[in-house]
T-cell receptor
Framework: DQQVKQNSPSLSVQEGRISILNCDYT??????FLWYKKYPAEGPTFLIS?????DKNEDGRFTVFLNKSAKHLSLHIVPSQPGDSAVYFC?????????????FGQGTRLTINP | NAGVTQTPKFQVLKTGQSMTLQCAQD?????MYWYRQDPGMGLRLIYY???????DKGEVPNGYNVSRLNKREFSLRLESAAPSQTSVYFC????????????FGAGTRLSVL
């Protein structure tokens, strides 16, 4: 059973428009949610996170929204730029004994078209 | 300013061979992790080490062993490689504070024939 799901394998958006990436989870004990961005042949890089006690976090062009009742989070990128083309992973954090176990979604490949 | 360094970057093994993937971090982080990424499945946790001297199983530990050599280094060993272990392996580290951010290496692409 997949605890974190990204149901859209790919998304194509025009440059300058808004990109919205979605993520659903099943475990209400997750304490943090994170978005990572991954380019080919590189490791994932941290983008933005949100605590389970918040419903919105904003950092420049990136905003993450958390709807705990629906167990849903989304990443908004405004405006979208060609350099945003990458695979985006949603991850949920379960802290155990000082370590942080991340559960990842399958990823969404975002393509920004000029 | 290296962050998390993984070696090797690529490796091809024959079924039954063994190898060790190396990982080192220079951020003085307490916790380290090994993941594998397969197509369409995201990243899955193999093993983690909450602090020097401790290791624990993650979601997919079968066929792997780990060693937390010191605070900086965390290695992953495949004793008898199988084709099902063909994957991209990522090492990550994090501090024990509240930011919950893991920092990843560039990955090791492993093929088992």
């Amino acid at each position: 059973d997949q605890q974190v799901k990204q149901n859209s394998p790919s998304l194509s958006v025009q440059e300058g428009r808004i990109s919205i990436l979605n993520c659903d989870y099943t475990n209400s004990m997750f304490d943090y949610f994170l978005w990572y961005k991954k380019y080919p042949a590189e490791g994932p890089t941290f983008l933005i996170s949100i605590s389970s006690i918040k419903d919105k976090n904003e950092d420049g062009r990136f905003t993450v929204f958390l709807n705990k009742s629906a167990k849903h989070l989304s990443l908004h990128i405004v405006p979208s730029q060609p350099g945003d083309s990458a695979v985006y992973f949603c991850a949920a954090s379960d802290r155990i004994q000082g370590a942080q176990k991340l559960v990842f979604g399958q990823g969404t490949r975002l393509t920004i078209n000029p | 300013n290296a962050g998390v360094t993984q070696t090797p970057k690529f490796q091809v093994l024959k079924t039954g061979q063994s190898m060790t993937l190396q990982c080192a971090q220079d951020m003085n982080h307490n916790s380290m992790y090994w993941y594998r990424q397969d197509p369409g499945m995201g990243l899955r946790l193999i093993y983690y080490s909450a602090s020097e001297g401790t290791t624990d199983k993650g979601e997919v530990p079968n066929g792997y062993n780990v060693s937390r050599l010191n605070k900086r280094e965390f290695s992953l060993r495949l004793e008898s490689a199988a084709p099902s272990q063909t994957s991209v392996y990522f090492c990550a580290s994090s501090d024990s504070g509240g930011r919950n951010i893991q920092y990843f290496g560039a990955g090791t692409r492993l093929s088992v024939l």
